[in-house]
């Protein structure tokens, strides 16, 4: 199995800050790397595919980064929707496999 | 735009068979698409249990591929789950979601996107 590590696994941080969360991958997964927001009671989000693509609909504050073993999902100018757990998920494997969630919350 | 919800038993006897469906609606199960399952325990993290093609066609978590069936009924647009001999341990939000598979830059990849609203299956006597 390919292991998804983020860190940190949580965050406080203001509205307006810039927020980076960072994933590793336990062998190269080339872009394999899709990132999602998940707010409590709800579903999964997809916010970004293949590593650095925006999905439709998601806002531009988002972005992603990386490629082989380390990724970065970064936020910049935190928003209150913002809050959540975001999570990391690799592609690269018929095992698809997802780190164990940042929750970002209000300082 | 396609849309998934999910409907099954929320409570399940341990040592019982946990049986969900998944409806899909605004596209068709027989797209370019796999179809995924996928489960969180309360408080817990996201674990992929596995996939289906409308071909019939099936991918599983080895972790769990010896109690795990899915399938599809392309006639309804539906695919289901089917977990077996079931512990507390497979108390969960269970998600059923589509599995993307589109070229970016001209590389096959592969999303779960969009995601139904999920169901608590809850494993206890």
């Known amino acids: 199995d390919i292991q998804m590590t983020q860190s940190p696994s949580s965050l406080s941080a203001s509205v307006g800050d810039r927020v980076t969360i960072t994933c590793r991958a336990s062998?190269?997964?080339?872009?394999?790397l899709n990132w999602y927001q998940q707010k409590p009671g709800k579903a999964p989000k997809l916010l970004i595919y293949?590593?650095?693509s925006l999905q439709s609909g998601v806002p531009s504050r988002f972005s992603g980064s990386g490629s082989g073993t380390d990724f970065t999902l970064t936020i910049t100018s935190l928003q209150p929707e913002d809050f959540a757990t975001y999570y990391c998920?690799?592609?690269?494997?018929?095992?698809?496999?997802f780190g164990q969630g940042t929750k970002v919350e209000i300082k | 735009q396609v849309q998934l919800e999910e409907s099954g038993p929320g409570l399940v006897k341990p040592s019982g068979t946990l049986s969900l469906t998944c409806a899909v609606s605004?596209?068709?199960?027989?797209?370019?698409?796999?179809w995924s399952w996928v489960r969180q325990p309360p408080g817990k993290g996201l674990e992929w249990i596995g996939e289906?093609?409308?071909?019939?066609?099936?991918n599983y978590n080895p972790s769990l591929k010896s109690r795990v069936t899915i399938s599809a009924d392309k006639s309804k647009d539906q695919f289901s789950l089917k977990l077996s001999s079931v512990t507390a341990a497979d108390t969960a939000v269970y998600y059923c979601?589509?599995?993307?598979?589109?070229?970016?830059?001209?590389?096959?990849?592969?999303?779960?996107?969009?995601w139904g609203q999920g169901t608590l299956v809850t494993v206890s006597s």
């Open positions: 062998q190269s997964i080339s872009s394999y």
């Open positions: 293949a590593a650095s």
């Open positions: 605004g596209g068709s199960i027989s797209s370019s698409n796999w």
């Open positions: 979601v589509r599995s993307v598979i589109a070229l970016v830059v001209a590389t096959t990849h592969n999303w779960f996107d969009p």
């Open positions: 998920q690799q592609s690269y494997s018929t095992l698809r496999t």
């Open positions: 289906i093609y409308h071909s019939g066609s099936t």
